[in-house]
C-alpha cells in the first residue's frame, strides 16, 4: 500500500504561481506511474498530468505548457510546479499512483489508480 501526502497548496493571484509535493512511502517507488488529478467544485475528477517510470510526461491540453510534473525518486517525492494561474485552475488536487504502466490521461486513468493522497486545495482569484 502506498501512503501518499499532498502540500503546497494555497491561494493565489491569476498570473502567479504555486508548487505542489506529495512524499510517498512505498515499496519501489521508482516503478510507480504518478500522477496529478484535480476536482473542482461541483464537477468531476480530472486527470492534470502523468508521470512514467522512465520520467516522461503528459498533461492535459489546459495545462500544457503552464504546468510541469516531475519525480524525484530518491526523496520518493513528486511535484507539480504551477505557473500562469488561472481561476480555472481552482481546485482540490490529489497524487495518485499505481503499480506499471500509466494509462492515457482520462477517465480511465482515474479507475486505474488505486492510492490516493487526501488532496490539496489550490484557490485562484481573478
Known amino acids: 500500500q502506498v501512503q501518499l501526502v499532498e502540500s503546497g497548496g494555497g491561494s493565489v493571484e491569476a498570473g502567479g504561481s504555486l508548487r505542489l509535493s506529495c512524499a510517498a512511502s512505498a515499496f519501489m517507488y521508482d516503478s510507480l506511474c504518478l500522477a496529478w488529478i484535480r476536482q473542482a467544485p461541483q464537477k468531476e475528477r480530472e486527470g492534470v498530468a502523468i508521470i512514467r517510470r522512465d520520467a516522461t510526461a503528459d498533461y492535459v491540453d489546459s495545462v500544457r505548457g503552464r504546468f510541469t510534473i516531475s519525480r524525484d525518486n530518491a526523496k520518493k517525492t513528486l511535484y507539480l510546479q504551477m505557473n500562469n494561474l488561472k481561476p480555472e485552475d481552482t481546485g482540490l488536487y490529489f497524487c495518485?499512483?499505481?503499480?506499471?504502466?500509466?494509462?492515457?490521461?482520462?477517465?480511465?486513468?482515474?479507475?486505474?489508480?488505486?492510492?490516493w493522497g487526501q488532496g490539496t486545495q489550490v484557490t485562484v482569484s481573478s
Open positions: 495518485a499512483a499505481r503499480a506499471g504502466s500509466c494509462p492515457m490521461l482520462g477517465p480511465m486513468l482515474i479507475r486505474q489508480l488505486t492510492s
